[in-house]
Every structure is written in structure tokens, then in C-alpha cells.
């Protein structure tokens, strides 16, 4: 797959020179401005493309899908909509950031029991684990699609069929994934889906699609017109790769409408971001002492998305994060925000990791620079 080039290069602001961005996690590279809908009806316009991007229907759009000031507010008014009662339980992966798990904390009413489901050594979390998990009164289990700290990619599809039958709805957690993959609300058969929207190309605030949680999901408070612009701008993105000559081909069953070209964008940005991790992963894999967490196979890059979180024997990740930074390659260091997940994947915290993100804007040549970095500081 080749994306086009020219468009990409475009539609990005770049980053300082001779600086490489290797942080699409914290601090993803944001799109130019370009003028987006705007007026009375930029929210409905946007809840509308927010419902061919997630292949929901865009007829329903006011009904099922919310747009939010933060991830938080959205979390509230999930968890009101529920009716929680005291006895209820709610299982939460625990492979979500700890600010984001605090928020769903926050929002649950005194007596309702909150259980953890923890990822294995990939990042990823097991069905048997979550039947351990399961009672009578669960109400609600929380799926990350994409783990952030290994990228490590979770299937629902398995776990909403275990749930088929049961009281609890099933919300997939997708603030990680949205910049990488196409979503198929569809064919997905969960009840919910939200994400922050921060790594979707810089965008802002959060956004929410609820299949039959009631009103109290889907209404939305104030939000801020430059939340509605840079979201709606994302999406606009997304559909404007899909219209390029070289842009994959879409599966039949999604050759319809303004679903066509969003999918064909983010199934293009899927192949290239593949291609990146291969080359990544190969790399990392030549440099001695560099252990990456989750998966590490480039031949299953298909399994990951591409956010590379390693530890170097001898060095420490908060000086290693500080000497990348003095050779002007920008990434994550020390314990992520997700202390929690790092705990549970068998790593210490306060000795931290490094996280490498790449976005689809990045090039072999840009692998190959923060390779070189790399090891010349091993």
C-alpha cells in the first residue's frame, strides 16, 4: 500500500526540525487547520460523521452518538445511563491508562463493586480470566481494544459472545486504536464504544456511540467549537485518504455511501502502519539488551498497532528518555501514566519503560534514524 505521500505531508503540521516525533501516544502530531462545517449544526454534522466512520447509522446518529468535552464527562453519563445499584459490578480492563481507570471509578455510585481484568504478559486479556469475573450482577466490562502500553490488539467479538445472555453490556475502550484501524460498530456486537479522541491526529475531547443505553448516553452538554472542528477534521481526513487513487480496496460489504472512503483511509493507514512496525520491531530485535514488551515478531505485526514500549539492560529508561531527547528524538519515558498496567506485565514503575509510538506520517527513514540513536546510546 502507498498512501499518498503529498497528501499526508499536507495535511500535518511538522515537527521542529531536525527533531523526530517517535510520541504519537502523548503528544501525536496534529492536523493544519482547514476550514470544517461550522454554525448551528457542526454538532449533528459531526455526531453524522462520527456514524459513517464507526459504520453506525448515521439516521440515528442524535440518538446514539455523543460528543464530549473530556473522557470523563462522557464515562458519567455512560455509567449513569446504567441505573447502577448497590451489589452491581462492573469489571474494568486494566490495561487502560490510570487516569482513564480513575475516571470509571469516579463514576461508579458508592456499593457497586469494581473488579479488575488484568492483561497477560502480551498486554492482552484472556476470556478465561474475565469468567472469573462474571456474576449475576455484572452489569458492565470495560474491553481496551488496544493496549497502550504494548499495542497489543484484544479481539471482541469472543468476549461479547460471551457476555450474549447475561445482563452486562460490553464497551469497547478504543482511545488507542481510532488513529490506527477501521472500527465496524456493526458487526462488532458491543453495546458501547468511547475514546478519547486526543491521538486521532490531535484532535480533542472525547467521543461516545451507545446502542441502547438510553438517553442519558447519547445527550449531550455544551461543546466547545474547537472540539467539534478539530474532531470533525480528523474524520474529514480519514474520508480524503480513502479518495486517493491508491487507496485499498474496501470489503463489499462496506461500498456504500461516505462509509467507503473513511474505511479505504484507515485501512491504508493499518497496511503502511504493518509495514513500520516490521521494520521496527527487525531493528529493535538486532540491538543487544533492548527487550520489547508484548508482541515482539514481525512476522505478527498484524496483532499490534505501532506503539513499541522496551527496557534497555543497564540503562535506565528516565535517562535513557532524557539522552533520546538530547539527540533530538522525542518519546515517552518512565512509567507511562499507567503504572497499574506495568505492575501487572511484571515490570517496576519507578524503574519505568521507554515508549517509541509512530504514526503513519513516519517513514523507514525515520525508523532507521531513531534506530541508529538508539543504539549509539546503548
Not at 517517535?22 to 454534522?45: I, M, Q
Not at 445472555?165 to 464504544?193: M, Q
Not at 486517493?244 to 485501512?267: D, L, N
Request: hydrophobic residues 40%.
Amino acid at each position: 500500500m502507498d498512501l499518498p505521500l503529498s497528501l499526508v505531508a499536507e495535511s500535518f503540521n511538522p515537527p521542529a526540525p531536525r527533531r523526530l516525533d517517535f510520541d504519537s501516544v502523548g503528544s501525536p502530531r496534529t492536523l493544519r487547520p482547514r476550514p470544517v462545517g461550522a454554525g448551528g449544526s457542526a454538532e449533528a454534522d459531526l455526531r453524522a460523521d462520527l456514524a459513517w466512520f464507526w459504520n453506525s447509522n448515521a439516521d440515528w446518529a442524535d440518538d446514539q452518538i455523543a460528543v464530549g468535552e473530556n473522557y470523563a464527562a462522557l464515562v458519567r453519563r455512560l455509567v449513569r445511563s446504567l441505573g447502577l445499584r448497590e451489589g452491581d459490578r462492573i469489571v474494568l480492563s486494566a490495561s487502560e491508562p490510570d487516569g482513564r481507570r480513575a475516571a470509571w471509578r469516579a463514576a461508579v455510585p458508592d456499593g457497586v463493586e469494581v473488579s479488575d481484568w488484568r492483561p497477560r504478559r502480551l498486554g492482552r486479556v484472556l476470556l478465561r480470566d474475565l469468567e472469573s469475573l462474571l456474576h449475576e450482577r455484572t452489569r458492565l466490562v470495560l474491553l481496551t481494544k488496544a493496549c497502550p502500553v504494548t499495542g497489543s490488539l484484544n479481539e471482541i467479538i469472543p468476549v461479547a459472545r460471551l457476555l450474549e445472555g447475561t445482563d452486562a453490556v460490553l464497551v469497547t475502550e478504543a482511545s488507542h486504536f481510532v488513529p490506527h484501524g477501521s472500527l465496524d460498530i456493526r458487526n462488532l456486537r458491543c453495546d458501547a464504544v468511547i475514546a478519547d479522541v486526543a491521538e486521532l491526529f490531535g484532535a480533542s475531547g472525547a467521543a461516545l456511540w451507545a446502542r441502547r443505553l438510553g438517553p442519558a448516553a447519547s445527550a449531550n452538554g455544551a461543546v466547545s467549537p474547537n472540539i467539534l472542528a478539530g474532531l470533525a477534521r480528523a474524520v474529514s481526513y480519514a474520508e480524503r485518504l480513502g479518495e486517493a487513487p491508491t487507496a485499498p480496496v474496501a470489503p463489499p460489504s462496506e461500498r456504500f455511501g461516505r462509509r467507503e472512503p473513511m474505511r479505504k483511509g484507515m485501512q491504508g493507514i493499518r497496511q503502511e502502519e504493518r509495514i513500520l512496525s516490521r521494520w521496527m520491531l527487525r531493528g529493535l530485535a538486532r540491538l543487544e539488551g533492548v527487550s520489547v514488551l508484548g508482541e515482539d515478531d514481525p512476522r505478527r505485526a498484524a496483532y499490534r498497532i505501532p506503539t513499541f514500549t522496551f527496557t534497555c539492560e543497564g540503562v535506565g529508561a528516565p535517562a535513557l528518555g532524557a539522552a533520546l531527547e538530547a539527540e533530538g528524538v522525542q518519546v515517552a519515558a518512565g512509567d507511562l501514566g499507567s503504572a497499574t498496567t506495568l505492575e501487572n506485565l511484571g515490570h517496576d514503575p519507578e524503574t519505568g519503560v521507554v515508549r517509541a509510538s509512530l504514526g503513519h506520517y513516519h517513514t523507514r527513514d525515520d525508523v532507521e534514524r531513531f534506530l541508529r540513536v538508539l543504539e549509539s546510546l546503548l
